[in-house]
């Protein structure tokens, strides 16, 4: 007679695969270190910032502020920093955070008229008992760490948000071309492993609006064991199902850092079966082992790696 014993015995032994020596381990998925890792090709030349703490044996997390600030000062970049479209009133507000290999973090949101976010969110990390700061505290903070107050608003993203105005239709398209954030993963020689993320958020956004760029566990999430991941894309999606902690979750389980940002953007369309066309969210992760990956909803989206092998611009697999 098959007894109730019995059956939990096979059922847990179906669950969890075993060999004549006991347990198998997960598959472990390796690459090299250091490496650097950061959403669209626009990010070659932050890349190559990150790429030169880490190739001196410098440290992950000052590598991906240095990566990501080079962005941040680029006026010609309309999603990030200095020169990004501003929300329909005409204000260019901030989002980013930090993660570091203690798991650490740091974040500012909807701050104003500050060239680096990424620093400020470094020095809430640092400098403060707490992990978030908003808008006009933000700022107040930033300026008594002291950071300038500079107009980020350029002639061009004035252009822009004019034009719009004519219209006012609102209908995100985020892509190479409006890629919205630039999200960075490094591992340096030593094994540390952090990221960063930094965005002036969707253009033509509400007063107020604030993305997943800088929220930890959806724009960005660090596990000191596992590994980090990083969101790029419509973040009221990201935000629906803290994105890049699922992804570090699925690494964990045993998936690769592309089958685990695979799972999490089918995740999104599980959710919006009917607008599966409508919607592009990516994901980059990297392990602690130094493999990395990427997955996204829609074609376009890709990745900047450098490593020892040099820098490439790889396209990653996707979904629609």
Partial sequence: MYSRKDFLKTSIAGLVPVSFSGILKPKKFTGTKPVVISTWKTAKNANKAAWSVLSKGGY????????????????????????????????VTLDACVMDEKGDCGSVMY????????????????DTPHSILVGAGAK??????????????????KKAWKKWL????????INVENHDTIGMLALDEKGRISGACTTS???WKMNGRVGDSPIIGSGLFIDPKIGGAVATGLGEEVIKTAGSHLVVEMMRAGHSPEEACKIAVERIIERNPDN?????????????????GGYSIQDGFD?????TDGQ???????LV
Avoid at 112 to 120: A, G, Q, R
């Fill in 60 to 91: 992950a997390l000052d590598a991906v502020e240095k990566g990501v600030k080079v962005e941040e000062a680029n006026p010609k970049n309309s999603t990030v920093g200095y020169g990004g479209r501003p929300d329909r009133d005409g204000n």
């Fill in 166 to 173: 004519e219209k006012e239709d609102y209908n995100p398209e």
């Fill in 303 to 307: 990745a900047v790696v450098t490593n």
């Fill in 111 to 126: 701050l104003e008229n500050m060239m680096h976010p990424v620093s400020v969110a470094r020095k809430v990390m640092t």
């Fill in 201 to 203: 958020g969707a253009a």
């Fill in 140 to 157: 107040k903070f930033a300026l008594e760490s002291g950071f300038k107050e500079e107009d980020l608003l350029t002639e061009e993203s």
């Fill in 276 to 292: 599966k066309k409508g919607i592009q969210v990516a994901y980059i992760a990297l392990n602690v082992d130094g493999a990395f």
């Fill in 312 to 318: 490439r611009v790889q396209p990653m697999n996707f």
